[in-house]
């Protein structure tokens, strides 16, 4: 299991999204998103990472892509995002069975849900209008063929996570697991930061999650 140590700094002294991406990236820890949990079907590996921070209020992501042949389809929140090029925080609290799943395509289209099973689940409609989204897109030519690097960036409050007003996540430890995936990509793909291991892509698997260590 992996662990990722999360550093906790003071973001609200960052006027824009520009100034805490920047800041992100040079402050916040890093996980790559390099396993190919099922190689034979799904080769397909992309180079991904996500840099990661608090401020004991809210959790900011930024995800880095590299090289996608990609697919925005979904324009909606709510929507199969995963079936475009897609990003993933899954997460459940210490000593819960329960867990979230936040995830977001290209564009920015957001999918989160509580989840008691995989099946059994609770969509976080007002959560999700709290949370800050910002993508990015570089289109070029490699190869011969158009590819993309993408980011995106999420500004996640605790209260989407699970964490009431008077809790902090200074201090906290959290199970997870970050994730791309693209179900209908020009190159399906199913990669996580921690491994998965069983014979079909699955993401909803908290078994397999692994730790992240809030400051």
């Excluded at 034979?40 to 996608?68: C, I, M, W």
């Excluded at 395509?105 to 007002?126: C, D, F, P, V, Y």
């Excluded at 063929?145 to 993408?150: A, F, K």
């Excluded at 964490?163 to 179900?183: P, S, V």
Aim: proline residues 4%; hydrophobic residues 40%.
């Amino acid at each position: 299991m992996k662990i990722l140590h999360v550093p906790n700094h003071h973001f609200l002294q960052r006027e824009t999204s520009f100034d805490k991406i920047n800041f992100l990236l040079e402050s916040g820890a890093e996980a790559n998103i390099d396993q190919v949990n099922w190689k034979n079907d799904f080769p397909k590996l992309l180079p991904v990472s996500v840099r990661v921070a608090h401020d004991g209020e809210t959790l900011y992501l930024y995800y880095q892509v590299t090289g996608e042949a990609i697919r925005a389809i979904n324009t909606e929140d709510f929507g199969s995002v995963w079936k475009d090029s897609c990003v993933e925080f899954f997460m459940q609290r210490e000593g819960e069975v329960a867990y979230r799943n936040f995830e977001c395509n290209i564009l920015g289209s957001l999918l989160a849900a509580h989840h008691e099973t995989r099946e059994k689940s609770t969509l976080l409609i007002t959560e999700v209008q709290s949370i800050i989204r910002k993508s990015s897109i570089f289109h070029r030519y490699e190869d011969g063929r158009q590819v993309c690097d993408w980011t995106l960036y999420l500004e996640i409050p605790k209260y989407a996570m699970g964490f009431a007003e008077h809790e902090t996540l200074a201090g906290q430890k959290i199970r997870a697991n970050f994730y791309k995936c693209g179900d209908e990509t020009p190159e399906s793909h199913f990669i996580s930061w921690n491994l998965i291991d069983l014979p079909k892509p699955n993401f909803h698997v908290p078994q397999f999650f692994g730790l992240l260590e809030l400051e």
